[in-house]
């Protein structure tokens, strides 16, 4: 049985998350429901949860008041969120799980699923990076893969190619990562004025651009040849290189 | 390089031989055009030569001496001037000589004899020592001319001055010797006579001399005449009349005038008035010919003026149409400069829609973007409502959320609604938000007894995003049971709304964060909206947010002045 935490300030929110908790799982056993943000961190220094299920907007403050005042965070994390765009970037940049508002059964099952599974290595640095980008600080993006969690650093990161339905993230020490989700995702987390849609199936660190070439490829600075598509080649030679 | 010199050294010489070449043959040509009595055609070729800037001395010499032929004198004398006139200005000497010669010549056979001696006269001031045989030829011309113009004294004084050897050398024995006959013949030394015409007769043998020989002829005949051998006179007068008379009808005039003496002194009365009949006739030919020329002269000046004011004519033409081009061009262009300002000002002022157009577009979205956070919200309770089987009250909920969602649509279309519709949409509004928190916050909404609700009109969503960042923020971090109270009333003819809660105060740091700039930049663009329609209604718009602990109490006063008009 996990220990489970509620904190959400709507009673009817919280009591219909709850019943729909009760028909996805029997794992889960409720320990606590808090509606503002000094309820839950009094809980939490008294009771130990493994998994808490954290609204944005809270009675004293929002769910990330709440963690910071914790400081570390031992526990696994679901946010529950309703509309705010700049909110679901933050945690998607740190691979953190939520479910949106109405709750969709389904949703919520993958995310209590995934949160049973998958270790909490890096929980922190998950919830500083989403923590980060929503204060505009962050330069790192949390990639969730298959083994765990992988941090990469915006400034090591040279370019993401698209490979079917998984991206691979290319870094400056010859790293690579294979994600499972398309290069679209990425587009819309990674800053716009760090990386380039240069092409279909790439994005590129425009700190890394070496050179272009008139056979509309861009050659890096450690060699590699990436492809400028026709529809870009104009919008990438201004950005990267100014003017013209 | 040497190589490509050569060439076109070579080129340019020959080219240089050929036009010498050429020049050469041009007067070679017609030379035997004047032989063979192609005036026409010589003059038709050497014309444009004699016209241009290519000419040489042939050219004109051959020409005049084509139109003297023919008789035309106009045209010789004209270009025997332009010859003399030319060559004067360039002070080319030798053909100053040779179009006064030509001049002598033309105006002698024109009939003006004085025009003609004194052309001789001044050719004879330009002669140089070496120039003594043409300045004979010339001597032996003017002596006749003077001796026709019936100066015999002065004739025999030039012609008892020249020198034979001259006469030879020159090759005008003919002439010379012609002229010398009646020249003698005249002053009655008739032995004399007769020898200068037996000497002229043994000259004039080639092409030119036929006229003089048909002359000489004559005088001969005359002298017999003078000396009654009426015999011998007529043997001359029919050897005269043998040659082809037709060649200068001048000499039929003396040759059929002796016939007439001849006849009248040998009695022969019939035969002398055939011949007055004959001379009378010559006469009246030579008359109408003279009359035809001028005619043709006239005809001539006529066409020339005629041509000239068709050019006038044509010009003022021109002028007129030019004007009117001009005239033309001008409305064209002004035309287009009107078009250009109407089109600038179209397109400006479509600007200016646009620009509304985008701040109504703005104003719409902003509606939109207010509801969804608490649309999902509202959602989310009526989902939590039914999973918890609260049936009632997820319908209640429902129901009022419904109507506040189609009151907000139908506001949200239009650029001003109804304050009561607005009032009704933020009652709603926040019964919504109470029944979520389980009534956590009371409210009041009072409308002054002044305001004729129905007939004022306001922009939408202008009070809403104040109530519900009362909510949404103000009441999130205190404890207390939150308090709203809304107040819509009139001062000084400005309609006012107030709103006052009890929650944390303007004072208070929310994190920008969590709650970024969305409300700020939705204040904004509200009160640019407020601003324009305050200026359409000619009403005024303020706003003020005050913190509620300048009056020792807590929470915020909202003070908004907002445009309106009366339906």
């Not at chain 1, 808090?34 to 839950?40: G, K, L």
């Not at chain 1, 809270?58 to 400081?71: A, M, P, V, Y």
């Not at chain 2, 001597?139 to 004084?157: K, S, W």
């Not at chain 2, 035309?335 to 400006?348: E, Q």
Request: aromatic content about 10%.
């Amino acid at each position: 049985m996990i220990k489970t935490l509620i904190v959400e300030d709507e009673t009817f929110i919280r009591e219909g998350l709850k019943s729909l908790l009760n028909n996805i799982t029997s794992e889960l056993n409720i320990i606590g429901e808090c509606e503002s943000v000094n309820d839950a961190v009094k809980f939490c220094r008294n009771e130990m949860p493994e998994l808490v299920f954290l609204d944005i907007n809270l009675k004293g403050g929002t769910g990330f008041d709440f963690l910071n005042e914790l400081g570390d965070v031992p526990f696994k994390v679901i946010f529950i969120t309703s509309y705010e765009e700049h909110v679901l970037r933050a945690l998607r940049l740190g691979a953190i799980d939520y479910v949106l508002k109405p709750v969709n059964v389904e949703e919520l099952n993958e995310a209590v699923q995934r949160a049973m599974l998958i270790s909490q290595i890096n929980n922190n640095e998950r919830l500083e990076v989403a923590k980060n980008q929503l204060i505009g600080k962050n330069n790192r993006i949390i990639l969730r893969m298959s083994e765990g969690h992988q941090i990469v650093n915006f400034d090591r990161l040279m370019y993401c190619k698209a490979d079917g339905g998984y991206t691979t993230f290319f870094c400056d020490d010859d790293r690579s990562f294979i994600v499972s989700k398309p290069l679209k995702e990425f587009t819309s987390q990674l800053p716009e004025d760090i990386f380039l849609r240069v092409h279909q199936s790439y994005l590129v660190n425009a700190a890394f651009v070496d050179r272009y070439d008139k056979s509309r490829y861009l050659f890096l600075k450690k060699g590699q040849k990436i492809p400028v598509s026709v529809r870009k080649k104009v919008s990438v030679i201004s950005r990267i290189f100014g003017g013209k | 390089m040497n190589r490509t010199v050569l060439i076109i050294f070579l080129f340019v010489t020959h080219f240089i031989f050929a036009q010498k070449n050429n020049d050469e043959f041009r007067a070679e040509a017609s030379k035997e055009l004047l032989m063979r009595g192609e005036y026409d055609l010589a003059i038709q070729w050497l014309e444009p030569y004699v016209n241009s800037d290519n000419y040489t001395r042939f050219d004109y010499s051959y020409l005049i001496a084509a139109y003297l032929l023919k008789e035309d004198y106009v045209n010789g004398l004209a270009y025997s001037n332009k010859w003399l006139n030319i060559s004067l200005s360039i002070a080319d000497t030798v053909n100053v000589i040779n179009a006064l010669n030509y001049k002598t010549d033309i105006l002698y056979f024109s009939g003006d004899i004085e025009g003609s001696i004194e052309a001789a006269e001044v050719v004879l001031q330009y002669y140089t020592p070496k120039d003594s045989v043409r300045e004979t030829v010339t001597n032996i011309r003017l002596g006749g001319i003077q001796r026709q113009n019936g100066n015999v004294e002065l004739a025999y004084t030039i012609y008892s001055k020249i020198d034979l050897e001259n006469v030879i050398l020159a090759g005008s024995e003919a002439e010379y010797f012609g002229n010398s006959l009646n020249i003698y013949r005249d002053l009655g030394m008739v032995d004399s006579a007769i020898y200068c015409s037996n000497e002229a007769l043994k000259y004039s043998s080639t092409f030119d001399e036929e006229f003089t020989k048909v002359s000489q002829y004559n005088a001969i005949a005359a002298i017999y005449i003078d000396a009654e051998d009426y015999g011998a006179a007529m043997e001359y007068l029919d050897s005269a009349i043998a040659m082809s008379l037709d060649k200068n009808r001048r000499n039929y005039e003396f040759v059929y005038e002796n016939y007439a003496v001849v006849y009248n002194k040998l009695g022969m009365i019939d035969s002398a008035l055939v011949y007055v009949h004959k001379l009378k006739d010559l006469y009246q030919h030579i008359f109408m010919e003279k009359m035809e020329l001028d005619l043709k002269d006239l005809k001539n000046q006529y066409d020339l003026e005629l041509k000239f004011k068709t050019e006038i004519i044509k010009k003022e033409e021109d002028l007129e149409k030019s004007k009117l081009q001009l005239l033309l061009s001008v409305i064209i262009i002004l035309l287009i400069i009107l078009i250009a300002a109407v089109m600038i000002l179209f397109l400006r002022n479509k600007n200016l829609k646009t620009s509304r157009d985008n701040l109504l577009i703005n104003q719409q979205l902003l509606r939109t973007q207010i509801t969804p956070h608490f649309l999902f919200n509202s959602l989310a309770t009526i989902q939590g409502m039914i999973l918890q089987e609260e049936s009632s009250k997820a319908s209640n909920f429902l129901s009022k959320f419904s109507r506040l969602v189609r009151l907000v649509l139908n506001n949200s279309r239009d650029r001003v609604v109804s304050l009561s519709d607005e009032l009704e949409a933020i009652k709603y509004y926040l019964e919504l938000q109470n029944a979520r928190f389980e009534k956590s916050f009371s409210f009041s909404i009072r409308l002054d007894k002044n305001i004729e609700d129905k007939e004022v009109l306001i922009p939408p969503m202008i009070i809403q995003p104040f109530v519900e960042n009362c909510i949404e923020h103000g009441f999130k971090k205190v404890d207390r049971k939150g308090e709203i109270d809304i107040h819509v009333y009139f001062e000084n003819d400005s309609l006012i709304c107030k709103i006052t809660d009890n929650g944390v105060g303007t004072d208070a740091v929310i994190p920008e964060a969590i709650v970024p700039k969305k409300e700020s930049l939705s204040t904004k663009i509200n009160m640019e909206r407020m601003k324009l329609l305050a200026k359409e209604f000619k009403t005024t718009a303020s706003l003020e947010i005050v913190d509620r602990s300048k009056y020792d109490a807590q929470g915020t006063i909202v003070t908004i002045e907002i445009p309106y008009k009366y339906d």
